[in-house]
């Protein structure tokens, strides 16, 4: 198996950020004049809080939580390729990639990988 090196990031030029964020506050109909600052306002009245103030969890919060609890099963199972393709990363050094739960889970997965080459076909 064959591993491709990282893809290379490039630096994005003002007015591509500008146009991509004009476009996306245009979409919804949003009229903005400070299209590439248009965080520094929130930003400055967030370092506002105290330190003291609890941060109440917002929808959004939650929604990406709920995610998150939705795609683990995915990640675990897609961990078995994901390891064989790039070993180094260090989140393959955390315990639960250890257990012996998960080591049975990757051997079969390997082994289903090794008979069966259409991910489509593939039943866990």
Sequence with gaps: MKIKPPRQTQERSYSSHRESI????????IRYNKKTHINCGSS????????????????????????????WKIFIQDSVL???LHPC???WQHS?????AYLSFKRD????????????????
Aim: aromatic share 6%.
């Design 82 to 84: 994901m390891m064989e």
């Design 44 to 71: 400055a009245r967030m370092a506002e809080l105290s330190p003291g103030d609890p941060i109440q969890p917002t929808v959004a919060e939650n929604a990406f939580v709920q995610v998150i609890m939705v795609f």
């Design 96 to 100: 639960i990639f250890s257990d012996p």
């Design 89 to 91: 990363y260090p989140i």
């Design 22 to 29: 004009g476009m996306a506050l245009a979409s919804p109909g």
């Design 109 to 124: 997965m390997l082994q289903i990988e090794a008979q069966e080459h259409d991910p489509a076909h593939t039943l866990l």
